[in-house]
């Protein structure tokens, strides 16, 4: 039997006829660049988000390059963030003209360690962008106090984490901006690429707004120097179709996560860990052993999908070695790097399924 890392026709299958529908509504309309299916969703991201505002963007990547054109970043200026992320993070960053500046992780959690965060400050220092990596948010709070005192913007990369909470707060919510991806895999995916911006600033509000069209108003009279960062009608349609079950889908995720968190107790395989006050909704389920490479080994010879996010931090990638780090600059970034590995963690993952995944990994340490 073979155990998929995700199975999203497993999903589809659910909700076919619904998608369907709502892809022939948009077609019908032909309205297809923004319109109501568009406005819908940001209204109801925004809401989910505990955000008073919305824009739909083509991508999880655009929805972080735009917030950052639209808070004026570029040549001269920093970014705080980390070298343990996907790409779009960092390349985002870069894009804009602004040189990243990286701080190590906490072990435990993978994401950013605030206790490093100031150490890494400079008269240029213009945002923190800090990563709820895996499904659960960032320790926030300290974060925002260093924001405060040096006046720094803070943009949300909740790629992975929609509708994650951390004290009681969404994702999205804490910062400056949120981003949130809709790539397939994520927990409310579309039927290809989507992002979304959220704030709490009217007037930010406005301008990416902007920024998503060519920095246009009205059309052919041009404010800034934006892009064609549009959400498409047709996902916004399929993204409206799945929202109402993104609840219960992050449960089901987290039901699974626990069963593995209870199986894998008293063996070498180090499970997430989940920070008092926060809720995860485990985008992935991310494991971690010294013999990571016996363990993939072990995986694939037993037709269960895995995956190593992420195999390279962003320090030790070829394209920013410009930016003058040595490999050993950020020794928990890198360690990880080599020892973690996700397994099978996605809703409608049958309990037999799941066993064979436990027994699997098990059998390696017997």
């Known amino acids: 039997m073979k ?4 199975d999203l026709k497993a999903q589809y299958a659910t909700i076919k006829d619904e998608i369907s529908a709502a892809v022939a509504e948009v077609l019908e309309s032909q309205i297809c660049i923004g319109g109501p299916k568009v406005a819908e969703l940001e209204q109801k991201i925004a809401a989910i988000s505990d955000c008073k505002y919305a824009v739909g963007v083509s991508s999880g990547t655009d929805a972080l390059l735009c917030s950052l054109m639209a808070l004026k970043i570029g ?7 980390t070298p343990f992320t996907f790409f779009a993070t960092v390349g985002s960053i870069v894009r804009t003209g602004a040189t990243p500046v990286f701080v190590d992780i906490d072990p435990c959690t993978y994401n950013i360690n605030p206790a490093l965060i100031e150490a890494a400050f400079t008269p240029r220092t213009k945002a923190i962008v800090p990563v709820h990596l895996f499904g659960q948010m960032c320790d926030m709070d300290p974060i925002v106090k260093i924001a405060n005192k040096h006046s720094l913007y803070i943009v949300e990369d909740a790629a992975q984490s929609i509708t994650a909470t951390y004290k009681g707060r969404r994702a999205g919510s804490i910062g400056t901006v949120g981003c949130f991806s809709f790539f397939p895999s994520k ?3 579309g039927a290809g ?5 959220v704030t709490n600033d009217e007037s930010l509000h406005q301008r990416i707004a902007l920024f998503r069209n060519h920095g246009a108003k009205p059309k052919y009279f041009h404010k800034y120097v934006g892009g064609n960062f549009r959400l498409d009608p047709i996902q916004a349609a399929v993204l409206l179709v799945k929202l109402p079950r993104l609840d219960e889908w992050s449960e089901a995720r987290r039901r699974n996560a626990a069963y593995y968190n209870e199986a894998f107790q008293g063996t070498p395989i180090v499970t997430p860990h989940i920070r008092p006050g926060c809720v995860s909704i485990y985008n992935q389920y991310v494991i971690r052993t010294a013999n990571r490479d016996a363990l993939l080994a072990q995986l694939k010879a037993n037709d269960i999908g895995c995956e190593v996010y992420y195999p390279v931090p962003m320090h030790e990638q070829e394209c920013f070695a410009n930016l003058g780090y040595n490999a050993s600059d950020f020794p928990h970034s890198r360690a990880a790097a080599r020892e973690v590995v996700a397994i099978p ?11 064979r995944v436990v027994v699997a990994i098990k059998r390696l340490y017997s």
Request: proline letters at 10%; glycine letters at 14%.
């Open 187 to 189: 927990n409310l995916g």
């Open 3 to 6: 155990v998929p890392l995700l």
């Open 345 to 355: 963690v996605y809703p409608e993952l049958r309990a037999d399924e799941r066993e």
């Open 75 to 81: 040549p001269g200026d920093e970014v705080i963030t």
């Open 193 to 197: 690429d989507g992002g979304m911006i």
